[in-house]
């Protein structure tokens, strides 16, 4: 097994099969990182099952990426992905006005977040708030896992 002193070295050596980094108190090393391919909590079921004797203890699990990379990349996905609602014109979902709304899904109530265009969300704003948008379409349109007819 593989220890690392930091957290950074451990998340450059961390391959594709990597799913987490899991901060252990080992035997010989003290507090280090392990790059493991199941989560903290399944590290330790296995370690009740099955003691290993480098590994007094499991103190947690980290994620492989940094914050500033989760970051970057929500970001990055906001400005390619985000289209108006209304007008289904490409935006930039990070300067774009979004609305917060709570729709249905499965039963279950879930909050939906519609991003619109500068021309739209004037339009919206004069309109008010009894427009029907496609986002109701979205957050309704998902099936339930209830059958449709009773037997």
């Known amino acids: 097994m593989t220890t ?11 391959t594709s099969e990597t799913f987490e980094i899991v901060e252990i108190d080992h035997a ?11 989560s903290a ?3 330790r079921a296995a370690l009740a099952r099955a003691p290993v004797v480098e590994i007094v203890r499991v103190i947690g699990g980290h ?18 992905h ?9 935006i930039d979902g990070n300067v774009a006005y979004r609305q917060e709304e709570w729709g249905r899904l499965g039963g279950r109530a879930v909050p939906v977040t519609a991003y619109y265009c500068d021309p739209c969300r004037v ?14 379409e979205r957050a309704v349109d998902v099936p339930s896992v209830e059958p449709y007819t009773k037997e």
């Open 28 to 38: 010989r090393d003290g507090r280090c990182y392990v790059c493991c391919r199941s």
């Open 63 to 80: 994620t492989i990426k940094t914050a500033e990379q989760i970051e970057a990349e929500r970001v990055a996905y906001l400005r390619e």
């Open 4 to 14: 690392y002193p930091t957290l950074d070295e451990a998340r450059r050596a961390a």
């Open 41 to 43: 909590q399944g590290l």
């Open 123 to 136: 339009l919206l704003q004069a309109v008010g708030q009894g427009e029907y948008t496609a986002m109701h």
């Open 82 to 90: 985000c289209t108006c609602e209304r007008c289904g014109v490409h």
